[in-house]
C-alpha cells in the first residue's frame, strides 16, 4: 500500500476487513481509496468512524464489501502551502476531521 506523506492510498476494490486490519497495523485514523494519488479528483477517504457507522448498520456482512463502496468522494482538500488556518477553517466549515492537501498538479501529496 503506498504512502504519501502519511497518507496510506488503497485500490477501492480491497475488502473492508482487510482495510481495517491495514488501519489497525499501522494505527491509522483514516485511509485514501483509489488507483493513485495522482489525481485528486479521483481519490475517496474511509475514516474509523465511517468503518464504526458501517459495521453498526451492516453487521459482520460488512467485513466482506469493498471498502470503495463506502469511500466519501469528493475528498476535500486544500492546496499544499495553503496557511494551516485555511486547513482549520475548512475542516469546522464542512464538520470534517480529515483533509487531503493537494499540489498544483491536483495530486495529493499529503
Same mark, same amino acid.
Given at each position: 500500500?503506498?504512502?504519501?506523506?502519511?497518507?496510506?492510498?488503497?485500490?477501492?476494490?480491497?475488502?473492508?476487513?482487510?482495510?481495517?486490519?491495514?488501519?489497525?497495523?499501522?494505527?491509522?485514523?483514516? $485511509?485514501?481509496?483509489?488507483?493513485?494519488?495522482?489525481?485528486?479528483?479521483?481519490? +475517496?477517504? $474511509?475514516?474509523?468512524?465511517? *468503518?464504526?457507522?458501517?459495521?453498526?448498520?451492516?453487521?459482520?456482512?460488512?467485513?466482506?464489501?469493498?471498502?470503495?463502496?463506502?469511500?466519501?468522494?469528493?475528498?476535500?482538500?486544500?492546496?499544499?502551502?495553503?496557511?494551516?488556518?485555511?486547513? *482549520?477553517?475548512?475542516?469546522?466549515?464542512?464538520?470534517?476531521?480529515?483533509?487531503?492537501?493537494? +499540489?498544483?498538479?491536483?495530486?495529493?501529496?499529503?
Amino acid at each position: 500500500m503506498p504512502a504519501s506523506r502519511g497518507s496510506t492510498i488503497i485500490p477501492g476494490e480491497t475488502l473492508l476487513g482487510a482495510a481495517l486490519k491495514l488501519i489497525a497495523e499501522r494505527k491509522l485514523s483514516s $485511509v485514501l481509496v483509489g488507483e493513485s494519488l495522482a489525481d485528486a479528483g479521483q481519490v +475517496g477517504i $474511509v475514516t474509523e468512524r465511517d *468503518i464504526m457507522r458501517i459495521l453498526a448498520e451492516r453487521g459482520a456482512e460488512a467485513f466482506a464489501l469493498p471498502i470503495g463502496s463506502f469511500a466519501s468522494r469528493p475528498l476535500a482538500s486544500v492546496p499544499e502551502d495553503a496557511l494551516i488556518y485555511r486547513a *482549520i477553517g475548512r475542516m469546522a466549515n464542512r464538520n470534517i476531521r480529515h483533509l487531503a492537501a493537494v +499540489g498544483s498538479d491536483d495530486a495529493v501529496v499529503g
